[in-house]
């Protein structure tokens, strides 16, 4: 297994890990913005194709084995003072994971961290986490986090051993999207060696 760098002919395979990340919650939200006629998947593809915004292929990396995409993770730096919320623009159900993405300031945020099901089981995850943990680390910042639903228990077990904790929580609003959480939930794992600890 090798983690690399994603490349823009990655984005079918990153905008599919993305949404099995997300729960289905990118589909929704493609869905509400594609133009008449475009299907939805289109519109993760091309969003994983750009080159800014936090949802850009320069942002991941992916697990290849044998040369086939397995899983990719999404991730970025929070500043250590975040830009201002800008409620005016931003649909009503993102606000609170910006919220939370507020609290978890100069840590190295895990937007996506997903595994395709023929990679399960090869530690496959658990590398893609190591790999954000060294880069939180040779960065400087004071960890790793990320954003979980609190009906995702298996996740959540996970990351409770690999010593994210709880730092906060916001309530979902779903619109139209089915999901069985009702909250969102912050966890960091604060990097020791830069605390000393």
């Known amino acids: 297994m090798t983690i690399r760098a994603a490349r823009k002919n990655d984005c079918a395979e990153l905008a599919e890990l ?3 990340a997300g729960e289905g919650l990118p589909y929704y939200h493609w869905q ?11 519109v993760g593809r091309e969003r994983a194709s750009r080159e800014t915004g936090s949802f850009s292929y320069r ?7 044998d040369g086939r995409i397995v899983g990719a993770l999404v991730g970025y730096p929070i500043a250590a003072e975040p830009d201002a919320i800008d409620t005016d623009s931003t ?6 994971l ?41 960065l400087g910042l004071r960890g790793t986090s990320l954003i979980v639903s609190d009906a995702n228990h298996g ?8 010593g994210y904790e709880e730092a906060a929580r916001r ?17 960091i794992r604060e990097n020791l060696k830069i605390w000393g600890q």
Do not use: C, H
């Open 18 to 20: 993305v949404d099995i």
């Open 32 to 42: 509400q913005v594609a133009q008449p006629g475009q299907d939805p998947w289109e």
């Open 59 to 65: 942002n991941g990396v992916v697990a290849d084995v």
């Open 91 to 96: 649909p009503a159900m993102w606000i609170p």
């Open 98 to 138: 910006l919220e939370l993405e507020s609290i978890a300031a100069g840590t190295w945020y895990i937007n996506t961290v997903a595994v395709f099901s023929e990679g399960r089981g090869l530690g496959v995850g658990s590398k893609l986490m190591q790999w954000a943990e060294r880069t939180a680390s040779d």
């Open 155 to 162: 996740a959540q077990r996970l990351y409770d051993r690999l």
């Open 171 to 187: 309530p979902m609003l779903k619109e139209q999207w089915q999901n069985d959480g009702e909250n969102w939930v912050l966890m």
